[in-house]
């Protein structure tokens, strides 16, 4: 069974601070790997994706997101955040290969940003 | 930008009372799922579904719940006999068929279901 895990729950930065939100899937297999983002009263957008490749990956909004096989993460970053980056922010993973689509969520992690 | 809309928004049902979810997919999607969030809890699966038939589902997903693509634009989910534990933000999404980008889920806002 497949799981993701991020440590983060709340996070408080000052607006310029960078960030880093960590991410740990447990699966068996390979794996597909997103970062979903839910501003304030709206529905989750994805904000960058990992199948296969480079493992770093850049999304919207200036974020990117490193796949580290060796140590089942998928943190995402961002050299400096703006307060319109407010929101929660998802990690989930979905088995490749498999024909198998059904997202597995992390609990969230609330990113506040200070002006 | 196209957007996958659910109706409504908010649904307050008493125990025991059948409730319809309903969402509209993006049009040249052809995989749907549906998703729960309960409060203060993660998002988590309840069934996917292709060409007219569901093609997985979790243990969530029991007797209680059903399916149906009643037309050509709805995705409804139906809860026969709602129960307290039921109450959860209700997620439609949908994807493309085929290819790399059928892996790429566009959700709905929510519909937030009150069971009381």
């Known amino acids: 069974a497949q799981s993701v895990s991020q440590h983060n729950h709340h996070v408080i930065l000052s607006e310029a601070a960078s960030l880093e939100l960590g991410c740990n899937y447990s699966y068996g297999g390979t794996v597909n790997l997103f970062w979903y983002v839910q501003y304030p009263g709206q529905h989750l957008q994805l904000l960058l994706k990992y199948f296969s490749g480079d493992p770093l990956v850049k999304g919207i909004k200036g974020f990117e997101a490193e796949f580290i096989k060796s140590k089942f993460s998928f943190n995402l970053r961002k050299p400096s955040v703006q307060w319109s980056d407010t929101a929660e922010y998802f990690c989930?993973?979905?088995?490749?290969?498999?024909?198998?689509?059904?997202?597995?969520f992390g609990s969230g992690t609330r990113l506040q940003v200070q002006p | 930008e196209p957007e996958v809309t659910q109706t409504p928004s908010h649904q307050v049902t008493q125990m025991g009372q059948e409730v319809i979810l309903r969402c509209v997919p993006i049009s040249n999607h052809l995989y749907f799922y549906w998703y729960r969030q309960i409060l203060g809890q993660k998002v988590e699966f309840l069934v996917s579904f292709y060409n007219n038939e569901i093609s997985e589902k979790s243990e969530i997903f029991d007797d209680q719940f059903s399916v149906e693509r009643p037309d050509g634009s709805n995705f409804t989910l139906k809860i026969r006999s709602t129960k307290l534990e039921d109450s959860a933000m209700y997620f439609c999404?949908?994807?493309?068929?085929?290819?790399?980008?059928?892996?790429?889920?566009?959700f709905g806002p929510g519909t937030r279901l009150t069971v009381t």
């Open positions: 989930a993973s979905e088995g490749a290969y498999t024909g198998r689509r059904a997202l597995t």
């Open positions: 999404a949908s994807s493309e068929a085929g290819g790399i980008a059928s892996y790429e889920q566009y």
